[in-house]
C-alpha cells in the first residue's frame, strides 16, 4: 500500500482533483436519504470529497489513519476530523446516519472490517456508501487495457459481490446503487509504460521479462500522450434496518 503521509501532497492532483472530488461527491448525495443529519467520511483522506458533502447540510465527521492526508482535510472541514482506523472506529454504536467510505475497500485485505464498523455505528434507517470495483473502472476496453491483459492480477478485495456479502453478514440491505467519472484519470501509453517500469502494479515486478515485454508494447502505441478514456467508479448502497422494516 503507498504511504499516504507521503502521499497527500500529491494526492488530489494525481487523481481528479476537484473535478472528482465533485463528481463522487454528488453521487453519494444522490444515494443517501433526504432525512440524514450526520455522515461519517470514512478514510476522508485530503478531504476534498467531505468538504462537499458538508456544504450540502450534513453534519460531517471525517475519519483516516494517514496524518498527512488528514492535516489537508482538516484545513477543509475545520473541527471535523479525527485521526482514526476505520476498522476500528473511536465512536458510539448508532451515531451517524450515513457511512460513506470512497476509494477504501480496495487497498485493504480485511476490507469486511469497514463494513462491519459501518454497520455498527449506523443508526436503525441509516445508510453505508461505498465504492466497488475501482481496479475494473479504469478498464476502459482501450488499447492499453488490450496490451496489459496478460498481466496477473490479484482478487479485488472491493469486488461487487464481495463487498454485498460482507454488507449482508452484517445485517445491510442493498439500497441503490449509482456511478461517476473521473476528471484527468485517463491514461496514455506512454504514462502506462512508465508505471509498469517503476512497479505500479504491485504481481507484475518492474525488471522482469514480462513487465519489459508489456512496456515496450505499451511504447509502440499510437498517440503516446493521448489520454484514453475516463473511468467510471461505482458506486453502492446498503441499509441498516429500521423501525420500517419491523
Known amino acids: 500500500m503507498f504511504d499516504y503521509d507521503k502521499e497527500a501532497e500529491r494526492y488530489d492532483a494525481s487523481r481528479g482533483g476537484e473535478p472528482r472530488a465533485a463528481a463522487a461527491?454528488?453521487?453519494?448525495?444522490?444515494?443517501?436519504p433526504d432525512s440524514a443529519g450526520t455522515l461519517l467520511d470514512a478514510a476522508c483522506g485530503t478531504g476534498s470529497v467531505t468538504r462537499r458533502l458538508a456544504?450540502?447540510?450534513?453534519?460531517?465527521?471525517?475519519?483516516?489513519?494517514?496524518?498527512?492526508?488528514?492535516?489537508?482535510?482538516?484545513?477543509?472541514?475545520?473541527?471535523?476530523?479525527?485521526?482514526?482506523?476505520?476498522?476500528?472506529?473511536?465512536?458510539?454504536?448508532?451515531?451517524?446516519?450515513?457511512?460513506?467510505?470512497?476509494?477504501?475497500l480496495h487497498l485493504l485485505d480485511d476490507a469486511e472490517r469497514v463494513v462491519a464498523e459501518a454497520a455498527r455505528v449506523l443508526r436503525p434507517g441509516g445508510v453505508f456508501v461505498t465504492t466497488v470495483d475501482k481496479a475494473a473502472s479504469h478498464d476502459v476496453r482501450s488499447d492499453i487495457d488490450a496490451v496489459m491483459a496478460?498481466?496477473?492480477?490479484?482478487?479485488?478485495?472491493?469486488?461487487?459481490?464481495?463487498?454485498?456479502?460482507?454488507?449482508?453478514?452484517?445485517?445491510?440491505?442493498?439500497?441503490?446503487?449509482?456511478?461517476f467519472r473521473g476528471c484527468g484519470q485517463g491514461?496514455?501509453?506512454?504514462?502506462?509504460?512508465?508505471?509498469?517500469?517503476?512497479?505500479?502494479?504491485?504481481?507484475?515486478?518492474p525488471g522482469t521479462p514480462l513487465a519489459e515485454r508489456l512496456a515496450c508494447r505499451l511504447e509502440q502505441l499510437p498517440d503516446q500522450h493521448v489520454p484514453r478514456a475516463e473511468p467510471e467508479f461505482s458506486l453502492r448502497a446498503f441499509r441498516k434496518p429500521g423501525p420500517a422494516d419491523a
Do not use: E
Not at 461527491?25 to 443517501?32: E, R, T
Not at 479525527?82 to 458510539?92: E, G, H, I, N, S
Open 25 to 32: 461527491a454528488n453521487a453519494v448525495l444522490g444515494l443517501i
Open 55 to 104: 456544504a450540502a447540510g450534513l453534519d460531517v465527521t471525517g475519519a483516516d489513519a494517514a496524518s498527512g492526508m488528514l492535516r489537508r482535510a482538516a484545513d477543509r472541514v475545520p473541527g471535523r476530523v479525527v485521526l482514526a482506523d476505520t476498522r476500528q472506529l473511536p465512536f458510539p454504536t448508532a451515531t451517524f446516519d450515513v457511512v460513506s467510505a470512497i476509494w477504501l
Open 150 to 179: 496478460p498481466r496477473p492480477r490479484r482478487t479485488a478485495r472491493d469486488r461487487c459481490d464481495l463487498v454485498a456479502s460482507y454488507a449482508g453478514r452484517h445485517a445491510l440491505l442493498p439500497a441503490g446503487r449509482a456511478s
Open 187 to 205: 491514461r496514455t501509453p506512454a504514462r502506462a509504460a512508465a508505471d509498469v517500469r517503476r512497479g505500479w502494479y504491485t504481481l507484475l515486478p
